[in-house]
């Protein structure tokens, strides 16, 4: 047992369960914000949620957050909680900035006041380097966000910033590049590609309907990002990282490899839509991780391929399973 205890906003989402899972196998005791819903949404924990310790609280509400901390006491938070959705910041701007901007704040002045002593990680992203300065990105890279959702983030990124140097906090964040799984939200490009494909391939779909298919991404499995984030509190001094594969891929690559892996041909059914494009596109990212690599001894192991390919499989299991159909020979399988 490490004998140690962490508390995970988001533990419900993709990347905190995955990172549950992790602290629960080095011993933690593992303690996650929830926020009070009538529709409870547990899913991607529900395999160990007898292991966890949960609490209600909320980004939005100072008080709710200290009362969570107090009644946890870690050792570790981290902070992956978020309005996460880019296409929603613009639709919701003021509530993305209160949630992912300044949610930030209000976790660090509650450390601040009730242990300084906390060790925090804050979930940073790629998309705040927007229309890149540099190819490929790296910790020094300028960032020029291009969305609501970009300058939300790079908020709570300089606020771990300043709350690490103003107050000598262990604070700080991780510049993830995009990172999927079989567990990641249908509203994101890839698993809505993956999942389409299958739903296509058993015959409950006719049509993939996507925005700008030229954007390339850096896109990593989330299960091994997970890793990185704990190394970084792991480490004698609270330094930022970037954290992604240094690989580039389209959108159009990635639904030709789901296409591909089930035996069928995406020109017979993708369809562009310019209603999915973004007000303010970003058209590259790639990471340069070789920072992470030297100083926390992290890398990327999954390839783009090998992804893709576990999600296109994963939803084929599950529509399978939801609609009692079969597909026989499903490519690769």
Not at 1 to 8: E, H, Q, R, V
Not at 12 to 33: F, I, M, N, R
Not at 231 to 240: G, K, N, S, T, Y
Not at 250 to 270: I, K, N
């Amino acid at each position: 047992m490490s004998g140690k205890s962490a508390l995970i906003t988001g533990i419900t989402g993709q990347d905190g369960s995955y990172l549950a899972e992790l602290l629960l196998e080095k011993g933690y005791e593992v303690h996650g914000v929830v926020r009070r819903s009538s529709t409870e949404t547990f899913e991607r924990i529900a395999h160990i949620h007898d292991a966890l310790h949960l609490h209600q609280a909320d980004l939005l509400d100072q008080v709710s957050l200290e009362t969570a901390i107090r009644d946890s006491q870690p050792s570790e938070i981290y902070n992956l909680a978020a309005q996460s959705f880019v296409p929603t910041s613009w639709v919701q701007p003021s509530l993305t900035g209160e949630y992912t901007g300044l949610g930030v704040t209000r976790m660090l002045d509650a450390i601040r006041t009730i242990d300084p002593a906390i060790r925090f990680y804050q979930a940073s992203s790629s998309e705040m380097f927007g229309r890149v300065r540099e190819v490929p990105q790296s910790e020094t890279t300028e960032f020029y966000p291009r969305s609501p959702y970009a300058v939300a983030k790079l908020y709570g990124h300089w606020i771990t910033v300043n709350y690490r140097e103003s107050y000598d906090l262990f604070a700080v964040s991780g510049i993830l590049f995009n990172h999927e799984s079989p567990r990641r939200g249908r509203e994101f490009v890839t698993r809505k590609i993956t999942e389409t494909v299958a739903r296509i391939k058993l015959g409950l779909d006719d049509e993939l309907r996507l925005g700008n298919v030229e954007a390339k991404r850096d896109w990593g499995y989330a299960a091994e990002y997970v890793d990185a984030m704990w190394r970084m509190l792991q480490a004698d001094e609270p330094i930022d990282y970037v954290i992604g594969t240094g690989v580039q891929n389209s959108v159009r690559e990635c639904y030709e490899l789901a296409f591909s892996h089930v035996g069928l041909d995406p020109e017979d059914f993708v369809k562009t839509d310019k209603a999915l494009q973004r007000p303010a596109e970003v058209d590259t990212l790639l990471a340069d991780a070789s920072k992470a690599e030297r100083d926390l001894g992290w890398r990327a192991e999954t390839s783009f391929e090998q992804l893709i390919r576990l999600m296109v499989d994963s939803d084929l299991e599950a529509q399978e399973r939801a609609h009692g159909v079969r597909v026989g020979g499903a490519g690769s399988r």
